[in-house]
């Protein structure tokens, strides 16, 4: 079945370093989704990337889809305590099925 | 809010009882998950319903059960659990078959057995 890897599975940064995570399908997925959780909160969508190189930023947020569609990124600039979570990865396959990443756990040092 | 409610949000049981979760959406989604969520493996699905029908059930053991009466509305029936079952247990919803096809969770239920 479709497999969907994260790395690093935890990340600590001083704050107003840069944060990196990186998403790898097993199959070539249609689409990417990221979800942020929040400690004691649940998972919230935070975008979704179709095409192929796609780049999408949000404020400090930048996401980037892979050239095959099999690969993820999401890179934080200038991290936060805010940014404190738990960031996932989801791929969408040839089924319409929703595989998530193992997450990375993001602490930020004030 | 994101229109996912959960009932109870915190649940403690004992391995011989009988107990419910319950999810209801209101953003006239047509698919509902549950999610397992605890140190080992952060985001466990556990069953599909799309359209009322079950679609997925990634070997899950039969002490839970789910059960998906309307498009709204899921339960997941528990009974004779065992303590590494303490969890949170996340349900969402999505539009299935749609382009956008991102879910919405739940706040979750933190179920711990004793």
């Known amino acids: 079945g479709q497999q969907v890897m994260q790395i690093p599975q935890y990340q600590h940064v001083q704050e107003g370093e840069d944060f990196t995570t990186y998403c790898n399908s097993s199959?070539?997925?249609?689409?990417i989704q990221w979800y942020k959780q929040r400690p004691g909160g649940h998972p919230v969508f935070l975008i979704q990337?179709?095409?192929?190189?796609e780049v999408k930023k949000q404020k400090r947020l930048t996401f980037q889809f892979g050239e095959a569609k099999k690969n993820s990124s999401l890179h934080i600039t200038a991290t936060q305590t805010t940014d404190v979570g738990t960031y996932f990865c989801?791929?969408?396959?040839?089924?319409?099925?929703?595989?998530f990443g193992g997450g990375t756990r993001l602490m930020v040092k004030p | 809010e994101t229109g996912v409610t959960q009932t109870p949000r915190h649940l403690v049981m004992g391995m011989t009882n009988k107990k419910s979760l319950k999810c209801e959406q209101h953003?006239?989604?047509?698919?509902m998950y549950w999610y397992k969520q605890s140190a080992k493996k952060p985001l466990e699905l556990m069953f599909v319903?799309?359209?009322?029908?079950?679609?997925e059930n990634n070997s899950v053991p039969s002490r839970f059960s789910p059960e998906c009466p309307n498009s709204s509305h899921l339960f997941l029936h528990l009974h004779t659990l065992q303590p590494e079952d303490s969890a949170l247990y996340l349900c969402?919803?999505?539009?299935?078959?749609?382009?956008?096809?991102?879910?919405?969770f739940g706040p979750g239920t933190r179920l711990t057995v004793l």
């Open positions: 969402a919803s999505s539009q299935a078959g749609t382009f956008n096809n991102e879910q919405f």
């Open positions: 199959t070539t997925l249609s689409n």
């Open positions: 990337l179709v095409k192929s190189g």
């Open positions: 989801a791929g969408t396959n040839a089924g319409n099925m929703l595989t």
């Open positions: 953003l006239g989604h047509n698919a």
């Open positions: 319903y799309n359209f009322k029908e079950q679609t």
